[in-house]
């Protein structure tokens, strides 16, 4: 199963077998003729749900090239942890 989300793009995650694996879609160059094709970079293998929406959380919030402060990186995380959990829990409820 592949869940994917807006909140989460451009990352998604597919379930295999009791693990979550952490997924961002890319756009590869082909080493022989050049061209370019559609592919999928896994980015770790998580065991739980919360594990890896906690992963999508900091990769999203370093998804930025800019030096902040210790308070403005925290800030920021909160941002990204408050706007994923809100839409799980419209999906879920509190219970996530």
């Known amino acids: 199963m592949r869940i994917s989300d807006s909140t989460i793009e451009p990352y998604f995650i597919d379930t295999e077998e009791k693990q979550y694996i952490l997924k961002k879609a890319i756009i590869a160059k082909n080493k022989i003729t050049g061209g370019f094709y559609d592919s999928e970079e896994a980015l770790g293998w998580y065991i739980s749900l919360n594990a890896v929406v906690r992963a999508v959380i900091r990769l999203k919030t ?35």
């Not at 210790?70 to 408050?82: G, I, N, S, T, W």
């Open 62 to 96: 370093e998804n930025n090239d800019s030096i902040v402060t210790l308070a403005e990186y925290v800030k920021e995380y909160k941002a990204m942890q408050h706007e994923i959990m809100k839409a799980l829990e419209d999906i879920y409820g509190k219970n996530i």
